[in-house]
């Protein structure tokens, strides 16, 4: 079935149509000619109103003879993983391959991780960030692609494309691919930008912060009115807001885009530096510093976690979040049953200093997850068939939008959720309930689902969510320039992987255990100059030369 | 008469000091307890009052969403049979294993008897740590499986040591006697040391059934897999690690506090020790003691 | 094999053994397990000299010999750890250990029955909640929003972030372990006092002791012996904590102050999967935690206490 020729990328949606439209034709047919099993008989009930393009027999392009079963471990993020849900069933019976999903919670997912790697104990299909990928491959634990590129022709197309060639290099390990990417078709905008209560601004006559001076004097005045109340917090520990907040003040490294990693790239001189170690860091630590004694940081920043911080943001009790911003429906639902004019909403990036121009890093398009298999699964070639599937115009529908009849209609040669399904209105119980999208099985994300439903909610009550207008807003910031994609690590050599990864882990235990001393004013900031220079001596140098000699080979 | 003066200024002072002890008693027992009650009045108060901080001696807008919200969650009812499972059947192999281990070092004509007992002591005075721990049960497969959170502890030194002292007080005569009679081994001890040992047997069913329903670090080096894990485990990625994002949906939509959920979390999983402990109590006295010295 | 006993005459030791086969028998499970779990996990001690290579196994590892405890020893983060780990006990033994010993005393002056029973009954009931409750009680309580600070804030003080200063770690953490366990380990004392003769008390009333000087001179020496086995007991722990508790406890923050070698030993061996070097620390711990107890117990013997065993 490779009949998508085309980049994925020029694949446009009526395109995309017609070939599922051929492809379900094709998969009909196919069931004729071998016709063995009952499976479409047994999914009565959904395929007998719309069941015109072969909803009674949906077997697909992809069948196993023999069953193909496997264990494929995923973190348990937002959403409850099961086994027993819409997709896996569809594949289950349609595919023949029984998909067993080792969920594992979030918080212990990369300490569960490192202690399989550790102990040569990975199950056969496991997602990891790519460093780890590379890491483990060059320990020689799992299954190079490379070897199988005759039958993942659908992954090859979309990944050696123009739009992704230059990244998939910088993932590849001594030339070998070894993990299969979970790659946008469409995303909503996301960026790791300010977000705060609007209507309290306007309730004070404070003027929309353009600058982190501005949004300073702002919270300022949000804190005269509310004294009882501090404004902003963080979520997982101060890394994570240095991060968000460090690019655009000058410098860069952890945050929303880059989590646990301090180097960065910095166009201004075109080569990585390690953020902390960089003058402009301090500005960041200034602020925070000063906003912690002036009653504006949340004294408890540092044990509170997403949920904790959004309970506070939705009572009214924090005004501003710098997280991704397509939390910021979930903050207004909520709000809004507490007070009926509240809303949060996005600023534009923020200037810092005497640069008149803003500039912020967010999210590159696809993610940095892979999906690997472990040379000790059985049938490795038949599970890189199965997900090249999961890269079809097939998977990447059966994926995202679930089933024909079940979870979507035809309309317009668009697939669209049922408005029943649409009811549902929040992305993370569409997903729970059926099994789609991102964080569950879906490796080509189209989130045109979840926009299908925030429209569909907009238009019913009459109140379209924030997260259309700044998605909106977030793509015009791209293509300003004012919003740039994190991009990728160069390659680097299994050597140079595990200086890094010792690196990293000395520093950031260091960092880690000092930088609550200079926000909460135990140690001074005067001493911070000397600190940098240290967590420079310590590695941070040293991390740049490695990162640069990479570069340099790549260049 | 001066003697008598004496006597009563004591008898005062004693009344005092009686009254003064009493009272600190009295007080430390409401510390124990007020904890507990607050954690209940939280859970069951309206997230608003508990989000403004307005409850601190009795409930307000008594409300059980909490509850629903979290009954509703799948994987902490999963996680509540897990444990019940891992209690029962850990409890009996410890038990059994236990057992089975102290008769023969109770009984003085085992030869070796010494050696043995300190090859067995010997573990538990070279406590390997946690590591190596981990390594014997991935190197015996045993990872991600129920038999890492059954086996490894199964026999704790203290207690079969307890068993063992309890087992050498019986009466000699009459394991002899059954001898006589051609009872094996094996019969005398599940025929006759058994039954006679009830006490410390159920002293001990009682220990280890508390470690095995209380165990969070095993499960936690030992389990992946989140259908596995045990409720300890569950607690702590709600109440420690707030992972409660899979409740996230209700939280927005019943406007329940994370307080409320944390709270009601930790009661669920003490009620089951506050409902037997009464019952359990009179087991206290006999062969408590090396637990004790063990806490 | 009864023909075989015939003609060679058999030692004493291998009739006595014959004789309780059936006790052996019996023994070979238990021992089987010891053999495979205990020792089992100290023959994995070795990848502790190792470079342990998860690919290549245990036997197949380049061996290093002592590279990982040299790391570990000259780390400069070594002797805070040590430093940690001692101070949180020695913070247990000054205000830990009195507390069931004072309890106990108190529970002994308690002449009604009834409400001794009460007392008694609620003080050990925290003893078998499980550590993540009590942590997630502590957490709680101690944030900003918590009860503690409600309590300081209507009393006009200033709220505290406890949780995020280390000076305040090994408060809460002795604290809560007295809250927890105080009123458990005090049965042993209760069960000490109880077997004190009651005719000592008699004879002390009528030389017209106050019960305060009952305590001092009867109660109290009546279970000095018991005191003392404790304390040794204790001193012989020095180097392992209840890193449990401190695992779900401690953050970034009061890592200056929480940090202890089991604690490192998770995160280096287990979440950064340095499986050599975690070995290599646990075996440094296991070393000195026998030579500790092990004199321990010598002392124990020598203060004519009765032995650990």
Redesign the interface.
Known sequence: MRRTKKNAKRAAAVALTVLLGMQCAACAAGEEEQDSRPTAAEQTESGQGEGEEGGQEQRCSLYFDETLSFTWMIPESDIPLKDDILTLNWIRENMNVDIHIMAVPDSDYSTKLSTMAGTNALPDVVEMDASMMKTTASAGMLLNLSEHESSMPDYLKLMEGEERAANTATYKHEGNLYGFQILEDYRIGIAPLPVIRMDLLEKYGIETPASWEELYDAMLTLKEKDPEHYVFSTRNGIKYLIGNMAYSMGAGGYGATQSEFPVYYEPDEDRYIYGPGKAEFKNVIAYLANAYADGLLHQDYNIMDRTMMTSYLTSGTLSLVIDNTTFSNAYNEALRELESDAYFDMLDPLTYGDKTTARQVTFSKDWDQFSVISVKAKRGEDIVKFFNWLYTQEGELLTNYGVEGETYKWADGQPQLLDAVCEIGNYSTLRASYGLGTWYIARLVNEKTNMDMLKYLGEKTGDLPVNISQSERIQKLKEEGVLVSVPSFPSFSAQELERITTLVTSLNAVFEQEIDKFITGMRSMDDWDAFAKELNNMGGSELEEIYNTAYSRLK | MRGREKKKRRVRGDRVFAFANLALLLLFTGMILFPIYYMFIVSISGSTNVVRGDITWYPQNINLDAYKTILKNESLGRSYLNTVFYTVAGTSISVFMSALCAYPLSRKQLYGRRAVTFFIIFTMLFDVGMIPRFLVVNALNLRNTVFSILLPGAIDVYYMIMIRTFFQGLPEEMAESAKMDGAGEWKIFSRIIVPLSKPVLASVTLFYAVGIWNSYLGPLLYLDEKKLYPLQLILRNIVISNEMSTMSGDIASMNISTMNIKYAVIFISILPILCIYPFIQKYFNKGVMVGAVKG | MRRASNVLKPSK?SQ??K??R??????L???L??V???????F??V?AFEDY???EGVLGSQWVGLKWFKTFLEEPYFLTLIKNTVLINVWGLLFYFPAPVI?AL??N???QKK?KK??Q?????????????I???I???C???G?IN??LS?LGLQ?I?F??KPEWFRPIYILSEI?Q?A???S??YL?ALSGIDAQLYEAAVID?A???KQIIHISLPGIASVISI?LL?TLGNIL?VGY?KI??LY???T??TADVI?TY??RR???????SY??A???F??VI??VL??LANKAAQKAEAASL?
């Open positions: 030791v006595r053994i004789k309780n059936e006790l052996y028998l019996l023994l499970l238990p021992i397990y010891f495979v779990f205990k020792y089992g996990a100290m994995w001690l990848v290579n998860p690919m309890l108190m529970i002056e308690v002449r409400l009460v007392i009954t609620v003080s050990y009931l925290p003893y078998f909640f499980s550590v993540v409750v942590c997630g009680l957490l709680n309580l944030s900003l929003d009860l409600q309590i209507f709220k972030s949780m995020n809250w366990k009123g458990w380990s049965i042993i069960a017209g106050s019960r305060w404790q007991l392992s449990e695992m779900l953050n970034g923050s890592m200056s089991s030993v998770y061996g287990i979440i950064s999967a340095d499986l975690g070995t620390v646990n075996v711990q296991a935690g026998l107890i092990i065993w």
